[in-house]
């Protein structure tokens, strides 16, 4: 196992808002990207998905609801829930799924 510095390992991603899987834990994998303040589509998934904010804020809607996440924040988006990231997020996120 090896130590990563997540807010180093995001800065380094080459572009915003594409993750990068630095490892699994069971079946779970564990992602870090860099959030800017351009927002994203919204989507759903078939699993669970946990999303930490480690340094910025998330302007997230979940199911249509504004919600916002801070740093030290998770937030766990069940199965098959619409939701989006609204515009004005920024730093660092850590995305949990399968």
Known sequence: MSLLNL???SAALPQ????RVLGKVGPANV???RMDALPLEEESHPY?????VLEGVME???????????AGELYLVEA????TVREG??????IIDL
């Open 7 to 9: 807010v180093s390992e």
């Open 16 to 19: 915003a808002w594409r993750s």
């Open 31 to 33: 992602k870090v990207l």
């Open 48 to 52: 669970d998905e946990a999303l930490l």
């Open 60 to 70: 997230l809607s979940v199911s249509g609801v504004p919600t916002t996440v801070r």
């Open 80 to 83: 098959r829930t619409p939701h």
């Open 89 to 94: 997020s920024q730093g660092t996120l850590v």
